[in-house]
C-alpha cells in the first residue's frame, strides 16, 4: 500500500494565530490561498508528473507517468480538511471517506487565558452532506456534531493514543494494492508518523509540515515501511507556501 498523507491547506486560524495564539475559531474555514492550495494539489495528483514511478522504470523505457492514480481519499471532519479533500475528489473521482480519528489535536474547543476550553460539536452530519455532497459519513458523525462538547480540548497523550489507533489500522492495510490518501492536520500527522515508526511519545523529534504539503510512505506486504519523502510541496508556487 502506498500512503499519502495530507496535511490541509492555510486555515484562518494559520494566520490570526501568528499575532495572537487565542485569535482562533474552533472549526475555521481555509483561506483564499488555502483553497489556491488545494486546487493547485488537487491537479498535481491528478495528472502531475509522478517521479516515484518513474524511478521504477527500467532504463530506457523512462517516460513520465503521470497523476498518482490514488484509489482512496480520507479526511478529517473539521472544514478545513474537508474544504481542501474536495477539489482532490472531483479531480481524482474518489469520494471523500470521513474518519474521525484524523481530526485535529485537541478536537474542536476555543480556550480563554486561564487554560479552561470550551468544546464544541462540530458540523453535523446534514451539514456536512449539505457542504460536501457525496462525502460517506461514518456513524460517529451524527445530528448533533461528531466532536463532544463536554470533553472541551483533547491533551497530547489522547491525541497520541488516537495516532497509535490509526496506526494500526494502516498497518493492516498493508497488503493491499491501493493509494490511500489521508487528509489530515500537522500536529496529528507529526503524531501518526511517530507512531507508524514505533517511536514512544515525546517531542525530541517533530515533522515541520507546510499547508498542503504531501508526504508518502509505502508499506510492503509485511506491514514493513519505506519512507518515501516528507513535506513534498513541489505542486505550489513560491509565494504559495505557507
Given at each position: 500500500?502506498?500512503?499519502?498523507?495530507?496535511?490541509?491547506?492555510?486555515?484562518?486560524?494559520?494566520?490570526?494565530?501568528?499575532?495572537?495564539?487565542?485569535?482562533?475559531?474552533?472549526?475555521?474555514?481555509?483561506?483564499?490561498?488555502?483553497?489556491?492550495?488545494?486546487?493547485?494539489?488537487?491537479?498535481?495528483?491528478?495528472?502531475?508528473?509522478?517521479?516515484?514511478?518513474?524511478?521504477?522504470?527500467?532504463?530506457?523505457?523512462?517516460?513520465?507517468?503521470?497523476?498518482?492514480?490514488?484509489?482512496?481519499?480520507?479526511?478529517?471532519?473539521?472544514?478545513?480538511?474537508?474544504?481542501?479533500?474536495?477539489?482532490?475528489?472531483?479531480?481524482?473521482?474518489?469520494?471523500?471517506?470521513?474518519?474521525?480519528?484524523?481530526?485535529?489535536?485537541?478536537?474542536?474547543?476555543?480556550?480563554?487565558?486561564?487554560?479552561?476550553?470550551?468544546?464544541?460539536?462540530g458540523l453535523t452530519a446534514a451539514?456536512?452532506?449539505?457542504?460536501?455532497?457525496?462525502?460517506?459519513?461514518?456513524?460517529?458523525?451524527?445530528?448533533?456534531?461528531?466532536?463532544?462538547?463536554?470533553?472541551?480540548?483533547?491533551?497530547?497523550?489522547?491525541?497520541?493514543?488516537?495516532?497509535?489507533?490509526?496506526?494500526?489500522?494502516?498497518?493492516?492495510?498493508?497488503?493491499?494494492?491501493?493509494?490511500v490518501a489521508l487528509v489530515t492536520?500537522?500536529?496529528?500527522?507529526?503524531?501518526?508518523?511517530?507512531?507508524?515508526?514505533?517511536?514512544?511519545?515525546?517531542?525530541?523529534?517533530?515533522?515541520?509540515?507546510?499547508?498542503?504539503?504531501?508526504?508518502?510512505?509505502?508499506?510492503?506486504?509485511?506491514?514493513?515501511?519505506?519512507?518515501?519523502?516528507?513535506?513534498?510541496?513541489?505542486?505550489?508556487?513560491?509565494?504559495?507556501?505557507?
Amino acid at each position: 500500500m502506498e500512503l499519502y498523507i495530507i496535511r490541509h491547506g492555510q486555515s484562518t486560524n494559520n494566520v490570526t494565530m501568528m499575532a495572537d495564539p487565542f485569535a482562533r475559531e474552533a472549526d475555521p474555514p481555509l483561506t483564499e490561498l488555502g483553497q489556491e492550495q488545494a486546487e493547485r494539489l488537487a491537479a498535481y495528483l491528478a495528472g502531475g508528473p509522478n517521479l516515484e514511478d518513474r524511478v521504477m522504470q527500467m532504463p530506457g523505457e523512462r517516460g513520465v507517468p503521470r497523476g498518482h492514480k490514488l484509489t482512496r481519499l480520507l479526511c478529517s471532519p473539521m472544514r478545513r480538511a474537508l474544504q481542501t479533500a474536495q477539489p482532490l475528489s472531483a479531480a481524482l473521482g474518489l469520494p471523500v471517506e470521513v474518519w474521525v480519528d484524523l481530526h485535529e489535536h485537541g478536537g474542536l474547543y476555543l480556550q480563554s487565558p486561564d487554560g479552561e476550553g470550551r468544546g464544541f460539536p462540530g458540523l453535523t452530519a446534514a451539514e456536512m452532506r449539505a457542504q460536501f455532497p457525496g462525502c460517506i459519513l461514518p456513524p460517529e458523525v451524527t445530528d448533533r456534531g461528531w466532536w463532544e462538547p463536554a470533553r472541551g480540548k483533547e491533551d497530547l497523550a489522547g491525541c497520541m493514543a488516537r495516532a497509535v489507533r490509526v496506526a494500526a489500522r494502516l498497518r493492516g492495510w498493508a497488503e493491499i494494492q491501493e493509494r490511500v490518501a489521508l487528509v489530515t492536520h500537522g500536529t496529528f500527522a507529526d503524531k501518526l508518523l511517530k507512531a507508524l515508526y514505533n517511536m514512544l511519545p515525546g517531542d525530541d523529534l517533530q515533522h515541520w509540515l507546510y499547508n498542503a504539503s504531501l508526504t508518502r510512505l509505502d508499506f510492503d506486504k509485511d506491514g514493513r515501511l519505506m519512507l518515501r519523502y516528507v513535506n513534498r510541496v513541489d505542486h505550489l508556487d513560491g509565494d504559495q507556501v505557507s
